[in-house]
């Protein structure tokens, strides 16, 4: 069987994360030997992706079983090697995801001329994407439309764009058919576009989403449809997103309001504030206002200020505000390889504090909040929420519904009770998973064991961080 590698960290960065899995907390709570396991299995996860794909269904415009449903049709109808009989799960806690069992590490062997894809394009290949032409960055000298090739990863980002026999280290994704030559992928005057090796023999199978089904089904990671209904939306509310783009979470939003009240998208990028207006009208969501903004500054002094001006906004102008926070990212899947610097990832406490002062001044008295990252770091999730209870006394820590992920992790000098309030994602099983063994839903579908399959997707997720507060 093919086997990765886990993922390559700077060497700094490596004793960053091995030091936050031996903190004394973790330590005292696990034992060493454990809180080493876990540590080591997180590097093995990181690597490899999640064992599902977890799609979020639009209810708000038809039964999650009719979207099952198409879903299933489109699937037959495509010609992606993925099983048309395979079993789309929906979840007991979370009522409008479905998840596609991911199927591998499959037996595919390199046996063709390469093409090196850039790290980015190969997560994408290795969670269920073909090769888009702007990812590739080597060919072979003569490659035409129609040739057999086996596709690579550049995990370490070495390889130069239209390099012809690239020697650094890179790990196998699959096999697939060129649609374009050489020259156009590299010799064309306009930038190139689309698809640029279709994948038929991919390591890890999952179905290619693009543009399935776009107003009934939008990939989201699990967690991260979590923070929805953590975050809880009621119709008729006004609820800020500060870090809105693409608008996975806003739209997400919109929908449980059933499209009624107001959600403010915010974020400071402008290319990115128009992918959250695309995404909003693709799920016929209108009550979406996005705006291109430094959510830092948003709030104004100026209390005569209306809110529905945009932004800035007077202080108290919302029910709810999620602060989705920029944040380092070491909970994403797959992950090869990381080239950021220490200084890179320890960068974003101080940003998601300045952003939390806005999202605690904007919010009213009595609205939630919900603070989220992407990462496993405690800096910016646990030692956050210590710092906030501190800061903001008219904070309190509140229970999530639904709770599907672990507890918090110790070590940010927080009480059991306050851990037991969190929500930490963390792809590494509490006690003895076996580290290197890859996921095997199908070998559980095949068991027709449903229960063993949720507790799977639950647990082997990205990394992901969920607190709620409640302002008083
Ligand atoms: N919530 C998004 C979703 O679910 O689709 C993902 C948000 S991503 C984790 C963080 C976003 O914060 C990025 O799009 C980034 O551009 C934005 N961002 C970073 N600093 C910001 C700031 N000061 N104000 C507004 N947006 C910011």
């Known amino acids: 069987m093919f086997v990765f590698p886990k993922i390559t960290l700077r060497p700094d960065v490596y004793q960053y994360l091995r030091n936050v899995f031996q903190n004394k907390e973790l330590v005292a709570a696990v034992g060493q030997v454990e809180a080493e396991r876990r540590f080591e299995e997180l590097l093995y996860r990181l690597s490899h992706p999640p064992s599902f794909t977890c799609v979020r269904a639009s209810t708000h415009l ?56 850039g790290a980015l394009c190969g997560n994408a290949v290795l969670r269920g994407a073909h090769v888009f032409a702007p990812g590739i960055l080597s060919t072979p000298k003569y490659m035409k439309a129609g040739d057999l090739v086996s596709v690579f990863s550049d995990i370490e980002g070495k390889c130069t764009r239209g390099s012809k026999d690239f020697q650094g280290k890179k790990v196998f994704l699959g096999n697939g058919i060129s649609e374009m030559g050489r020259s156009d992928i590299f010799c064309s005057d306009e930038p190139v576009k689309g698809v640029g090796v279709r994948m038929v023999e991919p390591v890890y199978l999952s179905p290619s989403f693009d543009n399935l089904l776009p107003s009934l089904v939008f990939l989201q990671n699990l967690p991260s449809v979590v923070v929805g209904h953590v975050l809880g939306p009621q119709p008729g509310e006004r609820v800020l997103d500060m870090c809105a783009a693409p608008g996975g979470k806003t739209s997400h939003i919109a929908a449980l309001m059933k499209g009624q009240g107001e959600v403010i998208a915010l974020d400071k990028i ?72 220490l200084r890179e990832i320890t960068s974003y406490q101080p940003l998601q504090r300045k952003l939390f002062h806005t999202a605690v001044q904007l919010l009213k008295k009595g609205g939630v909040l919900v603070y989220s990252t992407c990462t496993v770091t405690l800096a910016e999730n646990e030692e956050q929420v210590a710092w906030a209870l501190d800061t903001f006394p008219c904070l309190s820590l509140q229970p999530q519904e639904p709770h599907i ?33 890859p ?28 607190a709620k507060f409640l302002k008083t």
Not at 284 to 303: E, G, M, P, R, T
Not at 304 to 329: H, N
Not at 420 to 425: A, G, I, Y
Not at 453 to 465: K, M, P, S, V, Y
């Open 62 to 117: 038809a039964p999650l079983n009719t979207i099952r449903e198409r879903l299933l049709e489109e699937l037959r109808e495509m010609s992606c090697h993925y099983p048309g009989d395979i079993p789309i799960l929906s979840h007991t806690h979370v009522p409008d995801v479905l998840l596609l069992p991911v199927i591998g590490p499959r037996p595919a062997l390199p046996q063709n001329p390469e093409v090196i894809v």
């Open 270 to 341: 402008r290319n990115k504030v128009k992918r959250i207006r695309q995404n909003a009208q693709a799920l016929q969501l209108d009550c979406v206002k996005a705006y291109c903004f430094n959510s830092i500054q948003a709030v104004c002094s100026d209390h005569a200020q209306k809110p529905d001006e945009g932004p800035p906004f007077p202080a108290e102008s919302f029910d709810r505000v999620l602060l989705d926070a920029p944040c380092s990212g070491l909970g994403q899947r797959p992950n090869m390889g990381c080239s950021w610097s």
């Open 405 to 437: 992920g672990g507890e918090g992790m110790p070590g940010a000098g927080l009480s059991l009770e306050q851990l037991r309030l969190l929500q930490r994602f963390s792809p590494v099983q509490e006690h003895g998973g076996a580290t290197g063994a």
């Open 439 to 466: 996921a095997a839903p199908l070998t559980a579908a095949a068991e027709g064991d449903p229960a063993r399959l949720l507790r799977q997707a639950n647990t082997d997720t990205i990394g992901f961080f969920i």
